[in-house]
């Protein structure tokens, strides 16, 4: 990501922090970059390192969180094509990535009307229900939802990946998203009955989407966006002090010191469990390891950036807190994208984890 480019995403941001906004000019520059397919490998001999994405993804929630959650889906999709698709399945989809720009996403989240998927025979399938919480909702090119499966034959959580310009339109209710931030990430509610897709649109086998330690392990991805807000909130942060002339009092270095430290150790936590989760896939039997360390450093970059923000607020008070400044969208923005799932139950399985081993020395090694 060129800084140029990342600078106008920046820049860009206040502009389309409204309820229904989506960052269609970003994904413009960043598909002309090459960003949308450059974490697909070529070969299976030269891997994507997972640290290198996650910096990738920080940098972009960095300049926008919107944007950033986004573009998190869509490498999120990536990696599942890339775990559970056939070898068809890979060179037609990744080809629409690089060649034709398609944005992708995940859909998962739905309520009491979740997404069921019809065998109709003869390799065909309708889909009925609705999914929530659709970020990029109408904009995304290939959206992949999952529901239950329903056929004589298999059974269970099925994913699978619509071709949107080939179906009936996907209805799309904006009503429901009424956020206090993430405005521009256009999360609405989705409708797809009635849409029928085909065999080939189906990805991987039913329940493969939770196999773990990849849909655990996912989680270190989001916590790379939020890291880059908490960045943002330092740079903003130092910048306005600068611009009151406030960086010869105490208080205020030692605010700033104690920001530097935390979003320095969140680096530490990315490029740490980035290169463990490469190099512990590679064992058996590491994948509950895998999960409890991805928990770890997404509960200590969720403290990290709630902390940032206190400090943050002390530093600048009401008046750094009101629009034009930035900081007010960014706050807004990152406290409401720290709201994710479970955090509880990840936090309690990182104890329990801990607690079940014959020592605590050397856990990790």
Known sequence: MTDQLYQNIKENAAGIDTEGAFPEQEFKWMAAAGLLGNTIADTEK?????????KLLKRVGNANLSVGRIYEGHINALKLIDLYGNESQKIHWFKEVKSEKKLFSVWN????NGIKIHDLGDGFYRLEGCKTFCSGAGWIDRPLITGELISAD??????????????????VDSSFWKPFGMRASASFKMDFTGVEIQEKDLLGQPDQYYQQPYFSGGAIRFAAVQLGGAEAVLSETQGFLRMLGRTDDPFQQARIAEMTYLVESGNSWLNQAGNNTDNWIKESNSAEKIMVYTGMARTAIAEICTRVMHLSEQCVGARGLMRPNPLERIHRDLTFYLRQPAPDATLTGIGAYVLNQEKTDDLWN
């Open 46 to 54: 030269y891997p994507i390192k997972t640290a290198s994405v996650l």
């Open 154 to 171: 298999k059974k269970g959580w099925q994913m699978c990946i619509v071709p949107t310009e080939k179906v009936k339109p996907i209805a």
């Open 109 to 112: 989240t739905q309520a009491d």
